[in-house]
């Protein structure tokens, strides 16, 4: 079983915190089951997307939350294009937006790729 969402939206955000970064909840979703984007801000004015992982590309069950990068280092309208076409079909979804030079030991990212 995961955790709700609210509670890894809160978590992460004090992980960044602590870490010297900035979070903010950009778009609050389902307590309980929303599905959780998270937007990274770069000095250089890009930004990069990541969004929840399939669950279909993982041999066993997985509890913690899996992310993929969706965009890398785009301008910003490119992702706000796409959480724009996520939110047409899921209004349930999260959007955190942090400000980090580097998301490893934030959140688990994994390479979807087949």
Do not use: C
Not at 68 to 86: F, M, S, W
């Amino acid at each position: 079983m995961r955790i709700r969402s609210d509670i890894f939206v809160s978590a992460l955000t004090r992980r960044v915190f602590s870490a010297g970064g900035f979070a903010a909840v950009e778009h609050k979703g389902s307590e309980e089951a929303g599905a959780v984007f998270v937007r990274q801000r770069h000095r250089d004015g890009t930004e990069t997307l990541y969004g929840p992982a399939p669950q279909n590309v993982f041999e066993e069950e997985v509890t913690e939350r899996q992310f993929e990068k969706r965009l890398d280092r785009v301008e910003p309208e490119r992702i706000d294009d796409l959480i724009k076409r996520e939110r047409s079909f899921d209004r349930d979804l999260w959007l955190i937006e942090l400000e980090v030079s580097d998301v490893d030991g934030l959140f688990a990212v994994v390479d979807a790729a087949p």
